[in-house]
């Protein structure tokens, strides 16, 4: 699960970032917020990933 703020661009997908869904939650929220984010001010990215 992948959610953001209006202040990422909401054009990314996941496809774009081979292995990246293989990363922690962690890494896949920075590296959204820093290649989606338009606004430093209103940008957050939570990520939430089921380890079954």
Known sequence: ???HSDGVADRWRLE???GLAE???L???ATLLR???VR???AC???A???T
């Open 23 to 25: 990363r922690s939650p």
């Open 40 to 42: 430093r001010d209103d």
């Open 16 to 18: 774009d970032y081979p």
């Open 45 to 47: 990215v939570l990520v």
């Open 49 to 51: 990933r089921s380890w």
């Open 1 to 3: 699960l992948v959610m």
């Open 27 to 29: 890494v896949v929220a």
């Open 35 to 37: 290649d989606a984010g």
